[in-house]
């Protein structure tokens, strides 16, 4: 995922019928895995704050029986706008009301 915005909300759902609780901890980048409330349904969820460029997000889900699983993903956070590197009208120059073809070539 990649996106502009800092704040964000990871949610998610349990649903181990067999070995409640589910204990599940949230780690973004290097801090520290955080205990998240998992709630009778199962359903979690934790705001977190990223930084600018990549981010990891580690999601450890354990059950009662001492069985886990992970889920991790990463966001970059990109707030750099894209920038036009050329721009080109076809034919040019262009004449009142003929049809032209405007061509915008970015990078990002």
Request: proline share 3%; charged share 15%; hydrophobic share 40%.
């Given at each position: ?19 409640s609780p ?82 915008v070539?970015?990078?990002?």
């Open positions: 995922l990649i996106t502009n915005k800092t704040a964000i909300t990871v949610t998610g759902k349990t649903n181990d019928a067999t070995s589910v204990t599940v901890t949230i780690k973004l980048n290097s801090g520290n895995a955080e205990a998240v409330e998992v709630g009778a349904d199962g359903a979690f969820s934790k705001a977190l704050t990223l930084a600018v460029g990549a981010n990891t997000i580690t999601v450890v889900a354990k059950d009662a029986a001492g069985k886990s699983t992970t889920v991790t993903r990463t966001i970059i956070v990109d707030q750099t706008a894209p920038v036009i590197k050329s721009i080109t009208i076809n034919p040019n120059p262009v004449d009142a009301g003929k049809t032209y073809v405007i061509c070539e970015v990078t990002d």
